[in-house]
Structures are given as structure tokens and as C-alpha cells.
């Protein structure tokens, strides 16, 4: 993997003309924030060496840099996920990269299901904490100390000041945001009642099928992390519907215009 990530390195080096130190992933139906960004240059994730090739419906892949405001940002549009096939190690390999090219700060954002009894449908949720329930863990194996530590601390997996920085933000720009634990399942399916009855009881507050692999690597490498997800459904007894993937996303879309500003607020912040 050192080898690889090296390479990758490499090439976005020889590709851009100076690296940001900032790093975004954008989820399902997020891609308006890519349209913010301005003087860019896209490189289709198939052709970036060692890049897996993303193949969900709605999720089209491609590393986009350029400015977000006045930051310099680099931003992933489309991710990897684990239920789509891809090994751990895939799934976070553009985190290591980020990392390796010496981003300093993750902003990611998802779609989720909201199980906390006060979440509406269109609701973003500010990620506190997670709890990790994927089956495989992205460091299992031979640790790389360049990589990062054998044992990584998760105290404050997602940044208190970048957390209170968006409160602010939300305040200011008079943006419902609701604050909880993000529960990381493999998906693909959505969950049973029973689940979400059950993640509900656990301490989680929303779940979803990614993040939680990519900030624990982002933690490993020592990078700042910041997520947010938009809650597309709800897993509250009583309030449990059929959900589909076109909903979450047509829900995701309705709700961008605020992720949007909020994201490109807390960069101009940084
Ligand atoms: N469960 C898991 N992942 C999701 C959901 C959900 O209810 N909604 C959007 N992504």
C-alpha cells in the first residue's frame, strides 16, 4: 500500500499546481458544493493511478481542486463504499492519499437515516461521534508507523472546534442543525425496525453506509475531521416508511443549497 500511495502521490503532485490542505468528500446527492468550486481542474478518479472506479447510480467519481471561496480545497466527488465490493483498504486509500499529500483537515457529508424521535425528514445532522458496526476495520493487519499509530486515539474523532465553528455558522445563517452519533453500518440494505430500534438503543442518533471508514483512517493519519449528515429517512417507530435510493437522493438534493453555504462557510473559517 506504501508503494501505491506513493505513486498516486506522485501523480496529483505532477497534476496540480499546488496542493490544498484541505479535503472534502461529498456524498450522496452533494454535488452542488463541486459546483462552487471555481479555477478547477478535474481528474476522473479512472484516471489517477491506483484509484478504485466508483459505480453506484448518483455517484460520479472524480478528484476536484480548485477554490472553495478563497481556500483551496481538494474535493472528492464520490466515494467508495463497502457494500459496493471494495476491500477496506480501497475504501480509504484517497484518505491516505489526502494525508500523503499533506491535507491537514476532512469535511465529509452523507446521507443518513435519522432515528433520534426529534429529527425530521431534510434535517442535517452535525456528526459528534461514531460508532463503528462495519464488519472488517480499515487498520486491521500490519500497522505502518508512517502511516500512523498501532493504536489510534478516538476521543474527539470529529473536531470540537470545527463542531463549534458550525454551530455558529448554523446560527448565524439561521440553519436547523441537529447534533448526533452516526452509526456505520455495511449496508446495502436499509435497516429492519428492529435495527434501528436497536442502533437507536445502542446511542446512535442517525445511521448511514459510509464516513466512519474513511475519519478512522483520517484519525489514523492524524487529519482534523468534520462531518455532516443529511437525515433522508426515519427509523422512528411509527415513523418508518419504505425508503429508496431515489428518495434518499431526491430528499439529499432539497437539502444541498444549505449544506452547501454551511460547508463553505466553516472553509472560509478554517
Ligand atoms: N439507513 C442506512 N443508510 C442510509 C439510510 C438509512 O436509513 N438513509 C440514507 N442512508
Redesign the pocket.
Known amino acids: 500500500m506504501l508503494a501505491k500511495i506513493k505513486q498516486t502521490v506522485a501523480f496529483l503532485e505532477s497534476k496540480l499546481p499546488e496542493i490544498p490542505a484541505v479535503g472534502i468528500i461529498l456524498g450522496t446527492g452533494l454535488g452542488d458544493l463541486a459546483n462552487q468550486i471555481t479555477d478547477k481542474i478535474e481528474l476522473p478518479y479512472e484516471t489517477i493511478p491506483n484509484f478504485p472506479v466508483s459505480t453506484v447510480e448518483g455517484h460520479s467519481g472524480k478528484l476536484i481542486v480548485g477554490k472553495l471561496g478563497q481556500r483551496k480545497v481538494l474535493a472528492m466527488q464520490g466515494r467508495f463504499h463497502f457494500y459496493e465490493g471494495y476491500s477496506m483498504q480501497e475504501v480509504t486509500f484517497p484518505v491516505r492519499v489526502m494525508a500523503a499529500l499533506g491535507i491537514n483537515t476532512l469535511l465529509l457529508s452523507n446521507?443518513?437515516?435519522g432515528m433520534h424521535p426529534d429529527f425530521e425528514i431534510g434535517d442535517l445532522m452535525l456528526i459528534r461521534d461514531h460508532i463503528n458496526l462495519f464488519p472488517e476495520h480499515p487498520l486491521r493487519g500490519k500497522n505502518s508507523e508512517s502511516l500512523g499509530t498501532r493504536f489510534p486515539d478516538m476521543s474527539e474523532a470529529y473536531s470540537k472546534t470545527l463542531r463549534e465553528k458550525a454551530k455558529k455558522i448554523a446560527q448565524d445563517n439561521h440553519i436547523k442543525l441537529q447534533e448526533g452519533v452516526y452509526v456505520g453500518?455495511q449496508?446495502p440494505t436499509?435497516?429492519t425496525p428492529a435495527e434501528y430500534a436497536y442502533f437507536r438503543i445502542i446511542g446512535g442518533d442517525a445511521?448511514?453506509?459510509s464516513t466512519v471508514p474513511e475519519v478512522i483512517v483520517a484519525r489514523h493519519a492524524g487529519l482534523h475531521c468534520f462531518a455532516i449528515s443529511i437525515i433522508?429517512?426515519l427509523?422512528v417507530l411509527g415513523k418508518i416508511v419504505e425508503?429508496t435510493h431515489e428518495e434518499?437522493q431526491q430528499i439529499a438534493n432539497n437539502v444541498q443549497p444549505l449544506m452547501t453555504l454551511l460547508m463553505k462557510e466553516l472553509v472560509a473559517d478554517l
Do not use: P, R
Request: aromatic share 6%; charged share 15%.
Open positions: 446521507a443518513a437515516g453500518t449496508g436499509f435497516e445511521v448511514g453506509m433522508t429517512d427509523g425508503v434518499v
